[in-house]
């Protein structure tokens, strides 16, 4: 037999018993050992060093080095407080307008919707054109080169 042949009537064995019924007996499905969980935990060996003493219970670690006397709480023990976020950057005055604009128009369509207000042709055209300005004014302001602070290296160029 070639090795076309086996894998033809392999190929035909599985095409007759595509409609078969499969016999599902979960006890004749053997347990994988790696399931199974060990009877006792591991337990963890902490060496400690002579050049460094382990904190107090009632100390929190802070940072890098740094250690807080104050008391907490039980809840708050071992908790990560971020640093404050840097201040967002400034933007200026057509930025300002041009996302005003943006959320403005369709916010103001909206509401006189909801609340039912008899909008007029000006005033329904302004609403849209806002929207409209604002989001090409915003787009126009992007940019397609690289900041003005990446430096020599503008990394990968295709």
């Known amino acids: 037999m070639t090795p076309q042949s086996d894998e033809d009537e392999v190929w035909r064995q599985i095409v007759a018993s595509f409609n078969d019924t499969a016999e599902l007996d979960a006890a ?3 347990w994988p050992d790696s399931e199974n969980l060990p009877a006792e935990p591991p337990r963890r060996v902490i060496k400690q060093s002579d ?3 382990l904190p107090r219970a009632e100390e929190e670690f802070t940072g890098v080095g740094e250690r807080d006397g104050e008391e907490t709480d039980e809840d708050d023990e ?3 407080v971020p640093p404050p976020p840097p201040p967002l ?3 200026d005055t057509a930025t300002k307008i041009a996302w005003l604009a943006l ?3 369709p916010a103001y369509l909206l509401l006189s919707a909801a609340l039912n207000w008899r909008l007029q042709g000006w005033m329904l055209f302004t609403a849209v054109a806002a929207f409209i300005g ?3 004014a915003l787009v126009v302001r ?3 080169g690289p900041p003005n602070d990446s430096g020599w290296d503008d990394g990968a160029v295709v």
């Open 78 to 80: 071992g908790h990560y």
């Open 89 to 91: 950057p400034k933007t």
């Open 134 to 136: 604002g989001f090409v």
């Open 103 to 105: 959320f403005g128009g």
């Open 51 to 53: 050049e460094e003493p």
């Open 28 to 30: 004749d499905q053997p």
């Open 142 to 144: 992007m940019g397609d």
